[in-house]
């Protein structure tokens, strides 16, 4: 037992760790990414994979648009939509996915109106048959006339984090305000909403909001079906849609009464239909896991322009449920879900209406918290004094032992029970105490690495280590030249930053922000060469050789620049100032080696190739861009969009040098931009001919299409600059650096 003492501490102390963050104390955010990866693992493997013939789709896709028109259509079209869904299809219910909260004004009645009271004010025949023609032309009243007394419910959304605009009218709520005082429920709540028009609420058989649950990873998992807003609660769109198909029966709240523990919490929701009782299942956030049926089409869609001339047959849509949305990418409804990237807004709503009617929703009950502490402590436990006592083999069986009755409770409770069992914290604590043990011996006695870790561990990725590790006779630290690249990062007016902030504070700054920039370049495989107070120098290609140094360096520089800018709202709250830095990237032949004296030697590169990388970080800024690279390294990766950014004479050099932003990868590249790069090169071409009315002309377009781009302003003011002071026909379009 005392051999094994640090490790069953060890072990302990990893249980301590995943209890605590399944008992909410804490939260670890790669075990809830796990979590849910695990989830979206289930879902897609026990989905049914079924056309659900119940619920049909009526999309507004391209087609739709491109017959009628852009979005959003007259209102009096949308009536004409009604009659035929209702009069010719029998609909049991529409429902719109789409909100109505501006007048429709398409009619001119407006302008009518104005022609009355202006140049024919005192034309009687204008008027009499203006006050006949009137009702035609009031395109919202029409339709609000065409949805009274038929099964419509409409659409809205609610709005917050610190939002808090108000439009439209909003449905008559589930609940009043008071509804669950004394209650520890923690509804959604919102401080705004964009609703319909009046008119059409009040004629609208219902309404629910469109709202859905997003979760730290962008993706759709739940669907609230109250949320709050200024004290009342307000039914989800599906809820709305179930509710009007079964005639309106009450909402009944479920709460688990009779507790020990005094939990009185909203579990359920319930409906009592014609059909029989009708049990919502709801979390904490009174929110229901939507119970996607399979990817994008588990649901008919049809075409609306296809139902407005009359092209469905009428059998397709009798006493279907049907749902107004968009699969359009122009009209922005498309989300993250666990079974697509991207999945219709639309089609969630789908799903959740055919999982409340099937009764077949997936819950986490409130006593399952209980049920995963519990588990952990037990197998956590056993684990951390068994496996320290096991043969690798054995240990590696009782690992996988508990592993497969951790995942096969949880595939039961899922498939049988429709419960969600959490498992992310006991797998990962059963993996984390199986690699401790297994590990511990190999990281105390494995001397060579240890050794090549005090010569390299300060400058290279530990992957790089183990690397060296294996193969210790591909490493030298003797001189050697090589095809290299090397990238220099430095704080834009670091001075200014250091002289507002005193010694202690400056100093948790630089930590924060040097601290993901070498994490960065350890993860693309580059060495760090040295820290020059702000300024960050690396290189690629050595001490092991790498093929793809160039590429590597490229990614770890853009990386830089979006890992900044993400950590830009941690620095306001600190109080600290915004950061910002240029990044210059070049390849060529360096010497890299052990250099220095006697008295004291680095790990480092030297050559012209060093310098220029040095100079282009320097000259970031001169154009407002992040990342700036050498033609070399241009060249040598071929896969990505650059913008040519300019021919320049830097400090120090005499011979020009092109220059250039790499704007990511051809393959992610919108075909938008690539245009928009294409026009500039267009300018630069322009530019070089002095040109000047035409590339100024071209500018003003580029101006127009992005006017954030620094770089569209610094040569409008060359050009103005050049059209007063023309260079002469020698000039050569270079601009020259006279400082670093």
């Not at 319909?196 to 962008?218: K, S």
Request: hydrophobic share 40%; proline share 5%; glycine share 8%.
């Amino acid at each position: 037992m005392k051999k094994n003492a640090i490790l069953i501490g060890l072990g302990l102390l990893i249980v301590l760790i995943f209890v605590g963050n399944a008992a909410n104390f804490y939260r670890i955010g790669f075990v809830d990414r796990i979590s849910a990866i695990l989830y979206d693992y289930r879902l897609r493997l026990t989905m049914p994979s079924t056309l659900d013939e119940r619920i049909v789709i009526l999309d507004i896709d391209e087609k739709s648009l491109k017959e009628e028109g852009r979005w959003p259509w007259s209102r009096d079209r949308l009536g004409v939509l009604m009659d035929k869904l209702f009069d010719r299809h029998g609909v049991a219910v529409v429902g719109f996915d789409v909100v109505f909260a501006e007048k429709d004004e398409s009619s001119g009645l407006k302008v009518l109106q104005r022609l009355g009271q202006d140049q024919l004010r005192d034309d009687a025949t204008f008027h009499s048959t203006l006050a006949q023609i009137r009702p035609q032309l009031e395109y919202d009243q029409l339709f609000a006339d065409k949805i009274r007394n038929r099964n419509v419910v409409l659409g809205y959304y609610l709005t917050g984090q610190g939002s808090a605009n108000i439009s439209g009218m909003l449905p008559e709520p589930s609940f009043p305000a008071g509804s669950f005082n004394g209650r520890p429920i923690m509804f959604t709540s919102w401080s705004g909403y964009g609703a319909n028009l009046p008119e059409l609420q009040q004629a609208a058989a219902a309404a629910g909001h469109f709202n859905p649950l997003v979760d730290r990873d962008g993706e759709v998992r739940r669907v609230p079906m109250l949320a709050e807003y200024n004290g009342a609660y307000y039914e989800s769109l599906s809820l709305a849609m179930v509710r009007s198909l079964m005639g309106k029966p009450p909402l009944q709240p479920g709460f688990a009464e009779g507790r020990s523990d005094g939990y009185g919490g909203l579990e359920w929701l319930e409906l009592d239909t014609p059909a029989g009782i009708l049990k919502i299942p709801v979390d904490e956030d009174v929110a229901t896991l939507v119970p996607y049926r399979g990817g994008q089409g588990s649901f008919r869609y049809i075409s609306i322009a296809d139902v407005l001339h009359d092209r469905v047959a009428p059998e397709l849509l009798k006493d279907k449920i049907v749902l107004v949305g968009t699969t359009a990418p122009g009209l922005l409804d498309m989300r993250a879900t666990p079974v697509a990237e991207v999945y219709p807004g639309v089609e969630v709503h789908a799903n959740m209406i055919a999982g409340i009617l099937d009764q077949h929703i997936k819950e986490r009950p409130p006593y399952m918290l209980g049920a995963e502490v519990v588990w952990l402590l037990l197998i956590g436990i056993a684990l951390s004094f068994l496996l320290p006592t096991l043969s690798p083999v054995k240990a590696i069986l009782v690992s996988a032992l508990m592993f497969g009755a951790t995942a096969g409770l949880s595939l039961a409770s899922w498939h049988y029970g429709d419960i969600l069992m959490p498992v992310a914290n006991s797998l990962m604590m059963i993996a984390l105490i199986f690699a401790l043990d297994m590990s511990y011996g190999y990281f105390v006695e494995s001397r060579t690495k240890r050794q090549i870790t005090g010569l390299f561990g300060q400058y290279v990725p530990s992957e790089l280590v183990e690397e060296m590790a294996e193969h210790p006779e591909s490493v030298s630290m003797e001189g050697d030249s090589r095809e290299m690249t090397i990238l220099f990062s430095d704080v834009r007016g670091f001075t200014t930053i250091s002289e507002g902030l005193d010694p202690k504070e400056l100093t948790l700054l630089m930590n924060e922000f040097l601290t993901p920039l070498s994490r960065i370049v350890y993860k693309h495989r580059g060495t760090i060469d040295k820290y020059m107070g702000d300024c960050v120098m690396a290189f690629w290609g050595a001490p092991l050789p790498d093929a793809d140094h160039a590429r590597h360096a490229m990614l770890a520089g853009i990386e830089m620049q979006a890992t900044l800018k993400a950590l830009q709202p941690h620095f306001r709250e600190r109080g600290w100032p915004e950061i910002h830095i240029g990044v210059g990237i070049n390849t060529g032949r360096v010497s890299v080696g052990n250099m220095g004296s006697e008295v004291r030697v680095a790990y480092t590169v030297m050559g012209d190739a060093v310098n220029l990388a040095s100079r282009l970080e320097g000259i970031t800024k001169q154009y407002g861009v992040g990342v700036i690279v050498g033609e070399n390294t241009r060249d040598t990766v071929t896969d990505f969009v650059y913008r040519e950014l300019d021919h320049v004479r830097v400090k120090g050099k005499d011979k020009p040098v092109a220059i250039y932003e790499p704007i990511g990868l051809s393959s992610e590249v919108g075909k938008d931009l690539q245009d928009e790069i294409k026009l500039f090169h267009e300018v630069r071409r322009l530019y070089r001919k002095q040109d000047w009315d035409l590339a100024e002309l071209q500018l003003v377009n580029l101006q127009r299409m992005s006017p954030d781009t620094a770089l569209y302003r610094i040569y409008a003011e060359r050009v103005a600059y050049f059209r007063k002071n023309p260079p002469g026909d020698e000039w050569d379009g270079v601009f020259v650096f006279q400082t670093k």
